[in-house]
């Protein structure tokens, strides 16, 4: 669920670049073209969907599967992937007990056909070329799929304004996207990243392990003043601890922007 838009607050947004492309958004029918795991416990699957009109970065669609004997269920995904193409890149998480996560992590193959619903959201969604303000990023485990499309858009449009991204997973192997994180690292357009690992960091690293804290928050993210635009994606106790936090650490949060991935 995403956090309502504020008053005014687009036209802030908006100052330069074309008005935004707005898709309607339809029932698509979709095939499995690609799998692949993700992390251990995450898969990312490439769909193959013919009639997509193409999403912007931050978005993301209803998933429905349909069993033989009739019965379906449907669950919301970010989309990792962007643009006008056709095929369409989702990563999930296995929920372990879930109804819907298991089965698209550990049972659907190439192949399988499924429908999605979207492109969905209009507020959790980052274009380049359409704002200065800098951007500050904060994901909890796969709450960066949506992230990583805004993070590959601004690398690849090569946009000057800063991003910052701060990445808290429990250890190095539970990190989305490591080598298009890296690339985007390795582009011109300006982008720091920071780790904070609750378990375990890469060997030989130094880097310090433990729960993000509201001090390591602050430590990282850009200051209250920046001007910055805020984006908070995970766990739904994820989500509400860091906007706590940022409320306390000065930040205004009619500026930050938050998806919620679920969980108690
Ligand atoms: C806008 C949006 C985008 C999302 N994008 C992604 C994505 O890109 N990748 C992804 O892996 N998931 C994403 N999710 C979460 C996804 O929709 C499902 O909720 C998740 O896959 C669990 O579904 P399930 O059927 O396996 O679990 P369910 O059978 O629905 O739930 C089983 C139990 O797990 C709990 N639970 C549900 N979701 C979570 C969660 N995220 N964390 C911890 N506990 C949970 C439930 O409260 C319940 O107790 C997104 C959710 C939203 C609303």
């Known amino acids: 669920m995403s956090t309502p838009p504020v008053d005014g607050l687009e036209a802030r947004i908006t100052p330069r670049g074309a008005a935004p492309v707005r898709r309607r958004p339809a029932w698509h029918p979709a095939t499995v073209a690609a799998v692949a795991p993700e992390t251990p416990a995450a898969r990312r699957i490439v769909l193959d969907v013919p009639t997509w009109p193409g999403n912007d970065p931050g978005q993301h669609l209803d998933l429905r599967l349909t069993a033989e004997d009739g019965y379906q269920a449907s669950r919301s995904y970010s989309i990792a992937s962007s643009g006008e193409g056709t095929r369409v890149t989702l990563a999930v998480d296995r929920v372990e007990g879930g109804e819907v996560s298991p089965f698209l992590v550990d049972a659907i193959e190439v192949g399988d056909g499924l429908d999605v619903h979207g492109p969905l959201g209009g507020w959790f969604v980052w274009r380049p070329d359409e704002s200065d303000r800098p951007v500050q990023l904060i994901a909890g485990g796969s709450g960066i799929v949506p992230l990583l499309p805004m993070v590959t858009a601004h690398a690849e449009a090569d946009d000057p304004v800063p991003f910052r991204l701060l990445y808290a997973t429990r250890t190095p192997e539970d990190v989305f996207f490591r080598e298009e994180l890296d690339a985007a690292l390795r582009a ?77």
């Open 188 to 264: 011109t357009a300006p982008l720091e990243v920071t780790h904070v690992y609750s378990r375990r960091a890469p060997s030989g690293s130094g880097e310090a392990v433990g729960r993000l804290t509201r001090e390591r928050l602050g430590a990282s993210v850009l200051e209250p003043d920046a001007g910055a635009l805020v984006y908070v994606c995970g766990s739904t106790p994820f989500v509400e601890q860091v906007l706590r936090w940022l409320g306390e650490l000065g930040h205004d949060l009619s500026d930050v922007r938050a998806e919620r991935f679920g969980g108690a």
